[in-house]
């Protein structure tokens, strides 16, 4: 029995919409998160406890879009798995680890967001800083053994083809002969990597909010004070909302994924257009919220956005951009407080993103 040849090629329009689509997310995902990381490490003002957490989640993201999507990129184009056993476990393990470190990165970002927001004047030391440090290894540490059974697992099978006497080689991440175990699979990774993290979100979200609620009733009437407190307020919502900016990209992008799994595997429905258009939709948003999330970052911050300018567009003579002063909205977070009290000559900057 010969071998079918995996580059055959399909002929529907995925075949060659899905390529040019991973073509886009891969140059767009090297110059958002390379910019991102670089913007971090090479300008010290930017370098924060939120940011250290970002850049983490950067670092994920990039190693995905480097590794996995020039192979992904043509599932859907040639019929077989042409790259190898070896290339088949890296990618469904280098998807898992950069899903992981994704989900529990967002989970911390919140933790922490809810952690300055009821303690606005904890100073954030160097020993803090090297606690946020420790905090992201151990996230990417955790997600690489979760990881583990993926690379396990995941195989490349010479599939026999119907009609003809060859076989085709096909990357599964899943053992074939372990009866419902894709099923198990799935409930498991939509709790671990989904539900329960979106949860613990939620509910750190709500007691944010809550927090927020009760600094404005307290508010100071009039006056100086309350114009600084108004304004420190503001600083805590605008940091809020940039984190759940990411969280929000991470639901829409990653949901109807596993809407399409539990239909998959636990409806007997038949498999028609919708599904196949609903599979492959749900296929490249997973990819794409590995390069969205620094560009959500540019519109969102305005720090983040001068050194974006500086670095992206500095050929192009018609793009400005002003002074690299800490004058966002979350920067002005610190100076607020900081003009609120004249005894105070260190404030929380490493509590303020972007």
Known sequence: MGIFNPFTTGDGPEAILVPIAFGIIFLIGIIGNGTLIFTVLFNKVMRNVPNVFIVSLSIGDLLLIL?????SATIFTFKGWPYGDFTCRLNYFLETLSLGVSVFTLTALSIDRYMVIVNPMSKHTSKTMAKTVVI??????????????????SHVEDIPLMNISKTLPICFNYPTDVPDYEKYNVCIKFMIYFAI?????AVFYILMARVLIKSGEMMPC??????????????????????????LIFAVCWLPRYIYLMWYYFDDSQFNHFWIAFKIIGFCLTFINSCVNPFALYFLSGQFRKYYNRYLFRCIPKVRYTSLEPSSTMHNFNSTVRRASSTTTTIVQSQSMC
Request: glycine share 4%.
């Open 197 to 201: 993290p979106l949860v613990v979100i």
């Open 222 to 247: 009039e006056g100086r004070g309350a114009n600084n407190h108004q304004r420190q307020i503001a600083a805590r919502k605008k940091v809020a909302k940039v984190v759940m900016s990411f969280v």
């Open 67 to 71: 590794v996995s999507v020039p192979f």
């Open 136 to 153: 992201a290894v151990f996230i990417w540490c955790l997600a690489a053994i979760l990881a583990i059974p993926d690379a396990v697992v």
